[in-house]
């Protein structure tokens, strides 16, 4: 979203937590924190409110994946073990989507490369966001605001494409970031219908995929007019947005994937504070309830982020690996209970006959939550568990009969994965 942090642009967005600065820095943190003990069953301190239902045979969205942006040209680039400690999904964090931004000069475009091949090296992808056309193919003559000229449209598509051979390929490309939200730093102010007449004219000529219209506020009215140009719509691959100041919702019968492609909780708070990082849990969990595919965080090493500027993974990017590391793309999200006990969140999800559970427990007491599921066979499970003092703490359990129930940690998220 921002390059940088301008005063009145921060006193209209405090509430929504989006400021953005720069730095860098290294220090990879591995995850497998097993030093701390889960708690037995045995001991229930609570008695179950309501069962958490998973129908294996419910498939609902395909998931891309979870990640964040890596902007080299406003914060540096990361460094090779911040690379590992980013994506790698049993020695990092396991993020699976890399989001860059597309220069203005081509002549920035090959700094992007190396961390988006190591992205995929572990099994991710990448992908990019406009923030301004060049200014010679705008109507302002400017990077900062203006709109694309419309005799600009063929050579626009061709920079955006170029991008994309530079990198070495992109799984979906942005023709504009937050069109819809007036700004005084790099950007471009387009109606949901400009931004689809460019994607009508020249969207298969970009590249890659078009992922779009990525309005500031997932505002369904922009992208429903944007969707109601039949040809935008056909040469669209995946609907768009972020939600600062919004809450996750489900967009309707759209006809394409939707992708949460940029968001954080707040840029005051550390990333390693562990309420905010609870706070990013449950939004994470919101985005796939609401039946989105893809969830990526602003800045990847930021220090109210997943990785702090000296590079050591922070509590919310634990959070974030109890997704990314064992929710991979590709696997399909599964009907689940969402809130089968007052505090208690639970998505699941699957890959052949793999299943993951993914619980936000947000009381500060010990919860007992019972589990049923069917469709799917299962005999045990790895957990792991992320509270305030721990990070990925791990152990196992056997279940039979399509029921089961767990202690879950006050105030923890938990994974499980089936063996």
């Given amino acids: 979203m921002k390059k940088k942090l301008f005063s009145v642009f921060a006193i209209a967005l405090i509430m929504a937590g989006c400021s953005k600065n720069d730095i860098d820095n290294v220090k990879p943190q591995d995850l497998s924190d097993k030093n701390v003990n889960v708690q037995a069953d045995s001991s229930k301190k609570a008695?179950?409110?309501?069962?958490?239902?998973?129908?294996?045979?419910?498939?609902?969205?395909?998931?891309?994946?979870?990640?964040?942006?890596?902007?080299?040209?406003?914060?540096?680039?990361?460094?090779s073990a911040q690379r590992t400690t980013a994506f790698s999904p049993t020695n990092g964090i396991g993020l699976s989507i890399v989001r860059v931004r597309v220069p203005n000069s081509s002549s920035e475009f090959a700094a992007e490369k190396a961390t988006i091949d190591v992205c995929k090296s572990f099994g991710g992808s990448a992908i990019a966001s406009a923030w301004s056309a060049p200014a010679s193919m705008k109507t302002n003559n400017s990077i900062v605001g203006g709109k694309i000229n419309t005799g600009s449209y063929g050579a626009y598509a061709a920079h955006l494409s170029a991008f994309n051979s530079a990198v070495g390929g992109l799984a979906a490309i942005s023709p504009t970031n937050e069109p819809d939200y007036k700004v005084?730093?790099?950007?471009?102010?387009?109606?949901?219908?400009?931004?689809?007449?460019?994607?009508?004219?020249?969207?298969?000529?970009?590249?890659?995929?078009?992922?779009?219209?990525?309005?500031?506020?997932?505002?369904?009215?922009?992208?429903?007019?944007?969707?109601?140009?039949?040809?935008?719509?056909?040469?669209?691959?995946?609907?768009?947005?972020?939600?600062?100041g919004k809450t996750p919702y489900n967009l309707g019968n759209v006809g394409k994937p939707v992708w949460m492609t940029e968001h954080y909780t707040n840029s005051s708070i550390s990333g390693d504070d562990w309420a905010n990082a609870m706070n990013a849990a449950k939004e994470i969990h919101d985005c796939m309830n609401a039946g989105w595919s893809a969830y990526v965080w602003w800045y990847i090493r930021r220090s109210y982020g997943p990785m702090s500027e000296s590079g050591n993974i922070q509590k919310v990017g634990y959070v974030m690996a109890h997704y990314a590391r064992y929710v991979r793309p590709g696997y399909s999200k599964i009907s689940c209970t969402s809130n089968p006990t007052p505090g208690v969140y639970v998505t699941a999800y699957k890959s052949g006959s793999k299943l993951v559970i993914v619980i936000v427990n947000q009381n500060n007491a010990v919860t007992y939550q019972t589990f049923g599921y069917s469709g799917i066979s299962v005999s045990g499970f790895n957990r792991y568990v992320t509270t305030s003092t721990s990070n990925l703490a791990s152990n196992s359990l056997t279940v039979s009969g399509g029921n089961f129930g767990i202690n879950l940690a006050a105030s923890s998220v938990t994974t499980l994965v089936s063996n």
């Fill in 184 to 244: 005084n730093y790099e950007s471009m102010e387009l109606t949901a219908s400009e931004v689809a007449d460019f994607v009508a004219a020249q969207g298969s000529n970009c590249g890659a995929p078009i992922m779009a219209p990525e309005p500031f506020q997932m505002n369904q009215s922009y992208i429903n007019t944007y969707l109601s140009n039949a040809t935008a719509k056909l040469k669209t691959s995946f609907v768009c947005g972020h939600i600062y």
């Fill in 47 to 79: 008695t179950a409110e309501g069962n958490a239902s998973i129908d294996a045979s419910a498939v609902q969205q395909t998931i891309k994946g979870f990640g964040g942006a890596n902007i080299v040209a406003w914060t540096g680039d990361l460094t």
